[in-house]
T-cell receptor, first 120, second 108 residues
Framework: EVRLLESGGGLVQPGGSLRLSCEASGFIFSAYGMTWVRQTPGKGLEDVAVISGSGSSTYYADSVKGRFTISRDNSNNTLYLQMSALRAEDTAVYYCAVSRGFLGAFFDYWGQGTLISVSS | EVVLTQSPGTLSLSPGERAALSCRASQSVNNNYLAWYQQKPGQAPRLLIYGASSRATGIPDRFSGSGSETDFTLTINRLESEDFAVYYC?????????FGQGTKVEIK
């Protein structure tokens, strides 16, 4: 059974930093692309950051480029999102999601999500 | 980027009825790389359909996807109580991947 468990969410002040983690199990982690997807009532669902199975390729949405860093530890089956210079508009539920490829792939599985609130 | 527009915004139906949800793309979706997801309150989205018409593992056959290029449809035959949820389409044929804004299927 595929399981994705996000952690690290919470309340943070504007300009602050946060690191999200996603512990994966039930599949060969290194063989799959991983994505952080966020969801807000206003903008809906959007890819935030994507990483290939090996970790050699990454993609960032323009809105987070230069502020967020996606990484993965294939030896520990864990995905990360380092978030800095956070803004109010980063407030969202963040999901980690699994895909069979890098960018040109749908999401087979999603984690349960973790809420990030950026507010003073 | 490819903009996906879903309609209607809300569909009010009774159990046993058939639902037809539309997803229109601002440009042709490469290789018909169009997926549908179901999301219930407080839960993550769940994959239903990929490649416009292929059902994901474990998805009942009352769910079907059709369409090509810019016009896609998710059909749910004989709605059951657990089908009342929000449905999203996603295109993954072009970068960036994009999602529609969702269609809520509610109990009439």
């Amino acid at each position: 059974e595929v399981r994705l468990l996000e952690s690290g969410g919470g309340l943070v002040q504007p300009g602050g930093s946060l690191r999200l983690s996603c512990e994966a199990s039930g599949f060969i982690f290194s063989a799959y692309g991983m994505t952080w997807v966020r969801q807000t009532p206003g903008k809906g669902l959007e890819d935030v950051a994507v990483i290939s199975g090996s970790g050699s390729s990454t993609y960032y949405a323009d809105s987070v480029k230069g502020r967020f860093t996606i990484s993965r530890d294939n030896s520990n089956n864990t995905l990360y999102l380092q978030m800095s210079a956070l803004r109010a508009e980063d407030t969202a539920v963040y999901y980690c999601a699994v895909s069979r490829g890098f960018l040109g792939a749908f999401f087979d599985y999603w984690g349960q999500g973790t809420l990030i609130s950026v507010s003073s | 980027e490819v903009v996906l527009t879903q309609s209607p915004g809300t569909l009010s139906l009774s159990p046993g009825e058939r639902a037809a949800l539309s997803c229109r793309a601002s440009q042709s979706v490469n290789n018909n790389y169009l997926a549908w997801y179901q999301q219930k309150p407080g839960q993550a989205p769940r994959l239903l359909i990929y490649g416009a018409s292929s059902r994901a593992t474990g998805i009942p056959d009352r769910f079907s996807g059709s369409g090509s290029e810019t016009d896609f449809t998710l059909t749910i035959n004989r709605l059951e109580s657990e089908d009342f949820a929000v449905y999203y389409c996603q295109q993954y044929g072009s970068s960036p991947r994009t999602f529609g804004q969702g269609t809520k299927v509610e109990i009439k």
